[in-house]
């Protein structure tokens, strides 16, 4: 049997490559939920860009500690405004750094917590940097959502059969689109949920009644948390609530 | 920098423990998508049970064949019913060499495509050994899930900032259920499509008229496909869509 790490060389083949933006997936923050393509490739990079918000911090460094050399990383500090205008703006200037890398045919990555593609920050940033650069060529490697590791923790699925599933950023919506989800839905899951705990217990106590409630915060990380109630949670701005519809007849 | 090997070994701590039944997420199928936490375990497992289709095969082996050695994995064939009762009688009878192997003390695992929270098989199996076996302890490792594959390949988020997303499992549901999703949500990925092309086609030339449309299968695989239509698509079970809704005021 190969070593991981002969193994992880012939994964990447010839990436990273000059010029290429990687948007690379860390999954939750747990270091073993890393995949192997992001793991190689993270050690074979010369740039690296970490998201940070200015108040909430980032999780994304844990998972990655282990695979990036001291020097390699540089932090893009955002004040996460939610005005889509005002996020566009922040992004054109903040990925300057790294249009001068990929200017310069140095191998550069950017690294987002869980899965690049669901409500992630590299979105805006590839986008900036594209606008900047229109030759870049972006390669995103997927990640582990952190709803499917919370639901790992839990032990309980997230859907099974014919279960329908939602996924929804909380606190950015209105009350009228959880219900939607809620009609819509056997599982809702609700992203962003620290800023929305007050709707969830209303919701709770009105359209959701009788659902089955699973808080999850910070999963694999320093200050990990997981709950069956809302009673007590913990604001976090990434938490995380599921919701599951009780089974049909009641439970 | 610790090589992987070493890393992997850390991150494993004690695990696999003898009596532990180990749910393992083995991604899209694409190797270089197995975690790390995910190949450590593998080359540990003294047996690693596969799920597989009569009709339709397996893809999980060839996302973890790198870390199995010969003799060690056994596959569980199932005909895959429709009806919950008959999924939970076969199962029954088929997970038997597992629970024969936890009785030994042996570390066994079983392995699932994408997450094992996402409409897996490891469900149905982990349900099937508890009832056989009550003490048995269940550990799940997440895993990526193939829509988040399949928009890595595309270079388009599956959702950004307020957006609302729906997972459904196309071929086990009605239209109504469709129609209530592409209501509720702003990107709608339609899970196990092949049986489903003709309604899917349909929806958009009716309440999805006007929504994007992504179709990929077997990502990662030989044979992957990926359009920007389910013209010619083929109805290959696994395939998923990705609907997304017009920008307001239109493209």
Known sequence: MSSLD??????????????VLYGIGAGPGDPGLLTLRAAA???????????????????????IAAHTAPGSLVELVSDMPADPGAVERGWRGRVAPLV?????????????????????????AAAAIVEARPATEVAVVPGVPSM?????????????????VAV????RLETGDLEAALAAADTVVLLKAGAAMRRLRALLEGPARG??????RRVGLEGEEHADTLDGASADYMALVILRRPAAGGE
């Open 100 to 124: 001068a890398a990929l200017d310069e045919g140095r191998r550069v990555g950017m690294v987002t917590d869980g899965d690049p593609s669901l409500y992630s920050t590299f979105a805006h």
């Open 211 to 216: 659902w089955s409630v699973r808080y999850a």
């Open 6 to 19: 002969q193994l992880a060389g012939r994964l990447l083949g010839d990436h990273p490559r000059p010029g």
């Open 41 to 63: 490739l993270l050690r074979r990079l010369d740039l690296g860009a970490v998201p940070r918000s200015v108040r909430r911090g980032g999780v994304a460094v844990q998972a």
């Open 168 to 171: 929804l950023p909380a606190s």
């Open 148 to 164: 499917c590791a919370a639901a790992a923790v839990e032990g309980r699925p997230l859907a099974v059969g014919a279960d329908r």
